[in-house]
């Protein structure tokens, strides 16, 4: 797919209006666990007032596109089921095609994964003793020892092992909780191996299935984790916007490797209707009155300006070198910039 990237930055116009599409991640960006994030739902409405499709592509297994979709629209985001693609939806499809109908998978995870088998014909069981053909995997709050011992034996007998998603942590209003990767975690020690097949981000199959509802357009991908949403449009040759209102943070982005470089980065949804609150990164190392240099390992934040600007510029410099991401002030203003962008520590 072609980038907008340059043509957004050569007219200096909104960035929604680059693309046909708007693909948002849920937790971190649209909503932390149940509760909308301040000016979400403003921001989604207003895509929709302007006649702009929007889609929800999330990791979470443990809820259904139709409970995602319910969930939206009672926080003021009318949603469609057909709008929201899961990793749990996906991962049922995938095994409906490897294996025959009524299948035996040996469910690890919420009943919305269960749910997902059975509405592709698969027959979700509990124990290794009922033989399953596969087991999946995926996020559940009440995933315990006991499903995770029956996933090991059943993996030890030969069942191929398909988690939803690696996420490590979910964001919460506490901040980051477990996730389905650290339960993945569980069984990979136990078993000293990786899962046979990872069907979410960062792999580029929930963006793309949305990149194709886009027909001939463009389309942004919307993330607050560089390791699932930005590697994950990446891989599938979409743009991205990285909003610091989950988990990835400006440290996070400073020592990103290159497949978890985003396109740009806003506070919040703002960014994608003012030209003010988004940032195209890299910048330079001169960037809108910031200057970043690189002295013992550490880069020099110099000058004055947009936060944002600074961010972009500590970006370019420490994309460039081995410095890494240990930042310092170099004078008031940018003292004051490293303390809004959590750099300061």
Request: glycine share 12%; proline share 7%; hydrophobic share 45%.
């Amino acid at each position: 797919m072609i980038s907008a990237r340059s043509d957004r930055d050569r007219a200096g116009g909104r960035l929604v209006d680059a693309y046909t599409l708007v693909v948002f991640d849920l937790d971190g960006v649209i909503y932390l666990i149940d509760r909308p994030i301040p000016g979400a739902v403003e921001a989604v409405g207003r895509l929709r007032d302007e006649g702009r499709a929007v889609a929800y592509a999330t990791n979470n297994a443990s809820r259904r596109s139709s409970e995602v979709a319910d969930l939206l629209t009672g926080m003021g985001v009318p949603a469609e089921p057909a709008e929201v693609l899961t990793s749990a939806g996906a991962t049922a499809e995938l095994l409906a095609d490897r294996l025959p109908a009524g299948a035996p998978v040996l469910v690890v995870g919420a009943e919305a994964l269960r749910a997902e088998l059975r509405a592709v014909g698969l027959r979700p069981v509990s124990t290794a003793e009922e033989e399953p053909a596969a087991v999946a995997q995926g996020y559940g709050p009440q995933v315990g020892w006991s499903d995770l011992a029956e996933a090991s034996l059943a993996v030890r007998a030969g069942a191929p092992w398909y988690a939803t998603n690696t996420d490590r942590t979910l964001p919460s209003p506490r901040g980051p909780l477990p996730g389905n990767g650290s339960l993945v975690a569980v069984l990979r020690t136990a078993l000293d191996r990786d899962p046979d097949v990872v069907v979410g981000k960062p792999e580029p199959a929930l963006f793309a299935t949305a990149a194709r509802r886009a027909g001939a357009g463009r389309a942004l991908v919307v993330g607050d984790r560089l390791d699932t949403d930005i590697e994950g449009a990446r891989r599938a040759g979409l743009d991205s916007l990285l909003v610091l209102t989950g988990v990835s943070d400006a440290a996070e982005l400073l020592a990103a490797p290159e497949p978890r470089r985003p396109a740009y980065v806003s506070i919040d949804l703002t960014g994608l209707f003012d030209s003010e609150a988004v940032v195209a990164v890299p910048g330079g190392a001169e960037t809108g009155g910031w200057s970043v240099t690189e002295a013992g390992g550490e880069l020099v934040l110099d000058g004055a300006g947009r936060t944002l600007d600074a961010l972009a510029a500590l970006c370019a410099v420490a994309w460039s070198t081995p410095a890494g991401p240990r930042v310092r002030a170099g004078s008031p203003a940018a003292a004051e910039a490293l303390t809004a962008l959590g750099l300061d520590g």
